[in-house]
């Protein structure tokens, strides 16, 4: 990126000024709205929630007013204005105008009627869809999913229009600035083809090994909680800056210099919270570490979720996961649970974190077999807003998507399209984001070690100092400046490329290499 | 009360139904206001300070914005335009647009120059005041002080002007509607005049007794909690509506569906922390029982500072601290503790627990010499803003009156007139609160228990229901529909009145009948 260099002596305009100001307000009534939600998730006695959704509402009702005040065109054109007749901005500056009138436009490319339609047909579809999964009766919550797919389908146009995109890419730049469905074809596609070899064999060499031996509990909820603690503070977290409590979906939220990950136990499995505080950490870090002068504006803000989920699926999967990582903590566990015998042997450890199994449900699905999830919905959903696929074909659709990608059939709809809950609330073209995560991930995690040979030391002996450094001055300092995939330039020396992620697991699953 | 009746088939007008959205988007926002308080006292990390008042202030500016909207005197006018014209209002209403009216002409009373002034003002003093007090040093805060008194000052004569008020009544407008300096002078005095001949009275008849027997700790905070949850629960707090944490400083907050309390816990002396606790149990029973039906509105709201520390009071000197619910709960504290021998004997319990010791803290005192720190306070505040004491001569002023009052002479100020942060932090007409709640807590008392037997006789099995009942119907289902007054006088027969106050000190103190 050619900086743009204010001229000498110049300040921001008036205009800019103001734009600022209104949105470091904007940002913290957002930042209230996120401690709301996580005291809702973690605290909140459940007699709360109506008054809780009331201070919600005002929030968010508050907030679009704010940006989508009647004199927010005018400032925004003003401050573009004063930048091109006075270069009174610096490179940041710029940067964030920039973020603030992309905010402005996702949020004003929306009639309130359309705005007000969807969350009316969302929160219904969303009630029905709880209990159709329930019953695995996709049927009886069809109508309210057409529904909502059409409503989506009719502001994906009207955002393309707008943004002069197609409609599923209009969706998908709200959560991915720049990234278009034509790309992730580009990456999906030799990533369906890669895996599609790659599990049989990862399968394979699995049934040659020696059964792995279960870990057996209980392990106590205050031993976990202990553990995940220390672990936490082992990889940088700072609790002079955040917290780690305990709710139904584990989660990061709050704000960077107040950060709140959440986990949940399992007495009779530890290892699902203590990967998952981890995964919450890479998230939390992330936060930490966005630049602390920009804090409260648009451009001071993480630069999109892929990038987020790389953040928390480096340390949980590329990090964590790891040979030496679960070397270095499998002393700690024995300790910690005061385990002994075969079961716990730093080799049993690692194929115990390791292991790939195809399943039918997304969310316990391993990192080999992830990827298949995802490009299935992103395929239907592409689909579905291209009007190219009926809501009443999706069902007999996922199970041919599943059988040709992982060659399972789903015994019901519970356990193929009424799984997960994106499409029923709304969120449409967010699938795609958890595996360009990952494909970041495995990127910026091999030109880190590349980088510098202090990092994979150092995680070896559990000093996380020259990875965070690495992350830090690569990814999380640049805040919103660059697009993803400039970031992703200047951190790796090239755009996203999928053979990364792939060598990556033929090294983890294969033994191509130690890793 | 004559009720206004609205005209058959009446329903209110544009502009009432406009305010009631208003204040119900503004108070929801006071809500989540409220609940980042609360975070802030008890969950939050240190490093989140800086961040949560950019929340804090945001959401204070946006509510300050709302409430002097340029359109709502219109609105208002309107309003009671509508309510005059169709008799569109029913008493409840009516009362609701009483009370925007009083929200609004308070926040518009001030310019902003003023308020600004005044907010600055008070930030120096109260840092300078934090300082000053741990070196027992008038002198570095005074011109701070001077400073703030002289723009509360300006304050309260703008306010008054507003108001047709004089100018401590203004002040003491904002927090107690429709009480005078001359009505508390009327309650002050005799009070004032009956414990300077009560005070030696009790103290003769504690020395002739044998000395109290100390009950020795530790008490394990884990006991002490769950001691403290038996008898919320039992006195009738709604855990679905509400929890117990830990803070500095004890306090109630968050909402009426969901009351935050807290406590802090001393593992040599239980008796503070559950004293603590049952005393904002008392607010948050009040809190809770607001009317249902007019959540998010003014109307809705606590009608006023004394009548709230009425409900804590009740609840604490009242009922807990009375011979039969010490005699209830004495075998629990033995249970839960593990007590046994003489110091754990129901009549040495409930002397420790009515204990009269004159000091010179106010926060430490007990409840026969707290009313004496007040007067004196109210005594030298009302002076200070009528401009008869100059600041310069506070600490003079502050010890002629502890030696008045409770015969004793401050050895600094540290433990005189530097003890309490109201009037450094710019809260001026605010402690006689606490004694007028104290009275209207002897009245509603014994109103109550007059009114029915089943009241003290649940009570004494600790069955609370009975109680709480009378106060719903009578306190807290009334919100603000009455001024305090009107409330006070349909609950007990009589306006406020300090004889309640003093039998009832009469009965516990000197055994006039059991208590």
Known sequence: MTGVRPAAGAVPGPAYRTLERRFRRLLALRDAEAMLHWDLATMMPRGGSESRSEQLAALK?????????????????AAEAEREAESSLD????????????????????????VEALSRAVSACEAAWRSARADSDFAAVRPKLAAVLGLVREC??????????????????EYEPDVRAAEIDRLFEPLAAFLKGFLPRVLDRQAAEPPVLPIEGPFPVETQQALALRLMRMLGFDFDHGRLDVSLHPFCGGTPDDVRITTRYDENDFASALMGVLHETGHALYERGLPRDWRG???????????????????EMQVCRSRPFLALITPMLREAFGGDGPAWEPENVRRLYTRVAPGFIRVDADEVTYPAHVILRYRLETAMIAGELDVSHLPDAWTAGMEELLGLTPPDDRRGCLQDIHWYDGAWAYFPTYTLGAMIAAQLFQSATAASPDIPAGIARGDFVPLLA???AHVHEKGSRLSPRELLVAATGSPLDPRYFERHLERRYLGVAAS
Not at 61 to 77: C, F, K, Q, Y
Not at 160 to 170: F, K, Q, S, T, V
């Open 61 to 77: 009702t508050v907030r679009h007013g704010m940006l989508t005040a009647p004199d927010m065109a005018d400032l925004l054109a």
């Open 91 to 114: 490179d940041w500056q710029t940067a964030n105008l920039r973020e603030m009138r992309r905010t402005w436009t996702h949020a004003t490319a929306l009639s309130e009627s359309q």
């Open 156 to 173: 994906a146009e009207a955002k393309g229009e707008r943004l002069g995109l197609a409609p599923y890419d209009a969706l998908l730049d």
């Open 297 to 315: 504006q648009p451009v001071g803000e993480p630069r999109g979720i892929a990038l987020h989920e790389s953040q928390s699926l480096l340390i």
């Open 470 to 472: 690495w992350l830090r």
